[in-house]
């Protein structure tokens, strides 16, 4: 065979992207095309879904809006997939859509073994990258490998909005258009990704030497671009340490602190534990390291530390 000088095929590498108003809107269009396909579908969907008045279920609200049936597979208090109960849930269900959600920017632990076990055992599954838009694309370690991702665009950009869809499995007959996003893309995307982990880096070697905080991924493995740096309050009021931070003008975020109800009864320790013991620090591309020893300043202070 030989070679050209330049590449000229179009299908190479080419991922079909299409955008979208928000993450949940590219979920609620991928829902209805497999409803198209299977009215029968489950959606199997990890039992630690957030519920705040003002936005809503990003994750929830889609599924529901589909009508299709639904039900939930458990997360140990570090959001790490309960293998096992997943499994049997899948194995209980005839047909499922399994929705993986990659939280904070992290894919699971065991994400390599959970997607080798789905493939054998054909089974389709959605990646929610809403969090984690730059570790698929920049860190190339999640978003590749389900028959659909998606993303949420302002959860990393300084954007109101914006969602992507990506279909990973493109009907080669029928390719659609590429559009041009309707939002500004216009940002170094590399430098944001670096930045990021350099800020969480830093901020994880701080917090380790405050007892009372337990953090949920103390190590950021290559590829990994967080959204905001979660950790596990014990001995003090999450709601206080939030209030009180933000107070002092330290933008701590609480994504996750309210349950959908459907999750009220629910056995998993992420629903029932660390919704109510989380909260995240904010390690986004405007903060510098001059910042996050104010914020540690400030933090030792709340925290009498
Ligand atoms: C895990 C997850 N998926 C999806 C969404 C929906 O994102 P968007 O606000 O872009 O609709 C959110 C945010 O609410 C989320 O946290």
Redesign the pocket.
Known sequence: MGITKIATKKNIAQREWKYTN????A?STILDILKKENPQYKVLLPAYIGWSPN?GS??FDSVKNSSLDFDFYNLDRNLKIDFNHFKNKIKDTKDCIVLL?H?FGFPDVQYQEIINWLDQNNILYIE?C??SWLTDLIGGICGRNGRFAFY?L?KMLPVS?G?IMVDNVPNKDNKSEILQPHFNLGYDLFTIYNKRRENYDYLVEELKKITDIEIIYPNIENGICPQTLPVILHNFDRNKLYKEMNDLEIGMVS?YHTMIEELKDSTSEAAIFTSKHIINFPVHQDIDIKDLDNLIVKLKIVLNA
């Open positions: 928000s993450a949940r809107e979920w936005e990003g994750i959600v939280y929610d809403a969090h949420s302002h909005g969602g994504l």
